[in-house]
């Protein structure tokens, strides 16, 4: 059984940034204890039949934070690091961004500790029904919506919709949003957060009179996040010098060919091995000379040590908490724009919204709809963010869990305490 901890490195990261919010925004001291910590959290084990015929015990979560402005929505995650913090953490983060751009949902994550590029697709099927049925009496259209994150795909988001609708007896696609177009799923939504992070780039440019065409990018992470951003940057003219997975990382001063990278990662899994441009080690990529950075892989990549070596005008967080609070002050010290992970990546969740209205009303939109209905969003967000920063004199993170924890607030004074 694992340690039940709720304290982890990125928990009291996301902790230490809602207290500096709260001071700045002189929250009601009762609403700031309650936001601290989450509504409910289930630790459930998952007992999965392996292969060999074995049966293996894995641990999963699901957290919930708030739900004060409507039901709570956040992603499922694999990965042999999932803890009980990290996933508070996220669920916290998932509420100031459903609350910054302005949606009726809550905060939650979840997640299994386990290696899924080590189970076969059987394996993964099972582990994957089992969790659900463990949290099915806490999920719901009405409750919570899982979606994907890290490790967990559209093919993961139908188990979770199969088992659930099994369990009711009939089909209810609204449980969860990622899910394949072919059931209930919709237009845009697997490259959402991608072509979000890249709208809000294309405002931080406006915004510091660099022109695209001329710039160069580097992304860690090539998964659902990186390798959309990778191709909507290089379908904008910008040069994309280097991308990183977890089996390494490749370089090329003059620019890589991104439509051949994801071919190659599409048929060999992994980036390790591509025949062009040069191999760099991961944390290289974060110090290369180029305008643009987006990490879109795990928390807390940039940190106090490497924060003053990194080159870029622009860090665009796709990957939720990479960056630390160290870094953050290093890097508003050195004129990084940051555009904070709660408004970069929140375009998933918006078209995981615009998902769970068209089942909610089993009407469809097209993909035109889906896209421009998110970077009007995106870009009126962006500048919300833009201007709280400047009228208060803070740093765009602070900007953006300003915005988001505040609405959370006003909502909470206006239910009032049940008791
Ligand atoms: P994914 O599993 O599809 O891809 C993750 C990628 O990161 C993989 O290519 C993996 O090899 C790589 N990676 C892992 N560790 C690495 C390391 N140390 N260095 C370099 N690369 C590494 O996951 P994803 O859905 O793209 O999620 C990435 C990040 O974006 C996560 O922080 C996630 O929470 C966040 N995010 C995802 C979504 C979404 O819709 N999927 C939405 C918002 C935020």
Redesign the pocket.
């Known amino acids: 059984m694992a340690t039940v901890e709720w304290r982890s490195p990125a928990s009291e990261m996301a902790v230490r940034q809602f207290e500096m919010a709260a001071e700045k925004l002189s929250l009601d001291k009762n609403v700031a204890a309650r936001l601290r910590r989450p509504d409910r959290a289930l630790i459930v084990s998952v007992p999965t039949r392996m292969d060999d015929g074995r049966v293996h015990v894995f641990t999963g979560y699901r957290v919930q934070h708030n739900d004060v402005l409507g039901p709570f929505k956040g ?1 499922i ?1 694999y990965h042999p690091d999932v803890n009980l913090g990290e996933v508070s953490a ?1 669920a916290m983060w998932m509420t100031w961004k459903c609350s910054l751009v302005g949606l009726p949902l809550g905060g939650a994550k979840g997640g299994i500790a386990c290696d899924p590029s080590n189970l076969s697709r059987n394996e993964l099927q099972g582990m994957t029904r089992r969790y659900t049925a463990e949290i099915l009496n806490f999920i719901g259209p009405e409750v919570d919506i899982p ?5 967990t ?1 559209e093919q993961v988001m139908a188990w979770v919709m199969d088992t659930y609708s099994q369990h009711k007896g009939y089909a209810v696609p609204e449980v969860v949003t ?1 899910k394949p177009v072919d059931i209930g799923g919709t237009q845009g939504r697997r490259e ?2 991608g072509r979000g992070v890249v709208y809000t780039i294309m405002e931080a440019a406006k915004h510091r009179g660099l022109d695209l065409a001329k710039c160069s990018a580097a992304v ?7 390798l959309v951003t990778a191709r909507e940057l290089a379908s904008l003219g910008v040069e994309v010098r280097a991308v ?4 390494g990382a490749v370089w090329s001063k003059k620019g890589l060919p991104v439509e051949e990278l994801i071919l190659y990662k599409e048929k060999n899994r992994r980036l390790e091995g591509f025949p062009q441009g040069e191999k760099i080690s ?1 944390n290289e990529i974060l110090e290369l000379q180029c305008d643009i950075l987006v990490p ?4 807390m990549q940039i940190t106090g040590e490497n924060a003053p070596k990194l080159k870029c005008k622009i860090l665009a967080e ?3 908490g990479p960056t630390t609070r160290e870094a953050d002050e290093i890097l508003m010290d050195r004129g990084v724009f940051v555009i904070p992970d709660i408004l970069a ?1 929140a375009g ?2 918006i078209v995981s919204y615009f998902e769970w209205v068209q089942d909610l009303q089993n009407f469809f939109w097209t993909a035109e709809e889906v896209n421009k209905k998110l970077r009007e969003i995106l870009t009126r967000t962006f500048y919300e963010v833009v201007n709280m920063s400047q009228r208060e004199k803070v740093d765009m993170r602070l900007a953006a869990l300003m915005i988001g924890v505040n609405r959370v607030a006003r909502a909470m004074l206006w239910r009032g305490l049940y008791a």
Do not use: H, I, K, W
Request: charged share 15%; proline share 3%.
């Open positions: 992603g995650r996220l979606a994907p994150d890290m490790g795909n990622g959402a957060t860690q992470g090539f998964g659902n996040v990186g990183s997975d977890r089996s991961g879109a892989a795990g928390e796709g990957a939720n990546n998933g969740v």
